[in-house]
C-alpha cells in the first residue's frame, strides 16, 4: 500500500512563506488526485487544495491566490507552496492522495505562523 511522508511543516512570522513536500512510497498504479488538508484545533479536518493526475488543481477560498499546489508525476510528490501566511493559517496539514478508490493520509505537519 501507498505511503506518504511529509515535511516542511514549522514556524513561521505572519506574512511568510513554508513549502511542503508530500512523497509518495510503494506503488503508483492509479494514483489520481492528491492534495492537502488541514486541521485547526477544535474544528474539522478541511479541504485546501488539491491537483489531479492531469494538472487540474482545487483551492479553497481561504487559501485561493496564496498558496500554490503542484505536482511531480515521476516522483510521485506534492507540493504546497504557501504564501502571506497568516495566524489563521496555523493547523495540522494532511497529505492526502487518491489511489483507485481508496483515500492515503499522511500523519501530518505542524504548521506555526506567529502574528
Known amino acids: 500500500q501507498v505511503q506518504l511522508v511529509e515535511s516542511g511543516g514549522g514556524l513561521v512570522q505572519a506574512g511568510g512563506s513554508l513549502r511542503l513536500s508530500c512523497a509518495a512510497s510503494?506503488?503508483?498504479?492509479?494514483?489520481?488526485?492528491m492534495g492537502w488538508s488541514r486541521q485547526a484545533p477544535g474544528t474539522q479536518r478541511e479541504l485546501g487544495a488539491t491537483?489531479?493526475?492531469?494538472?487540474?488543481?482545487y483551492y479553497a477560498d481561504s487559501v485561493k491566490g496564496r498558496f500554490a499546489i503542484s505536482r511531480d508525476n515521476a516522483k510521485n510528490t506534492v507540493y504546497l507552496q504557501m504564501n502571506s501566511l497568516k495566524p489563521e493559517d496555523t493547523a495540522v496539514y494532511y497529505c492526502?492522495?487518491?489511489?483507485?478508490?481508496?483515500?492515503?493520509w499522511g500523519q501530518g505537519t505542524q504548521v506555526t505562523v506567529s502574528s
Open positions: 492526502k492522495l487518491t489511489q483507485l478508490a481508496e483515500t492515503i
Open positions: 491537483i489531479t493526475s492531469g494538472g487540474t488543481t
Open positions: 510503494g506503488s503508483s498504479f492509479g494514483i489520481n488526485a
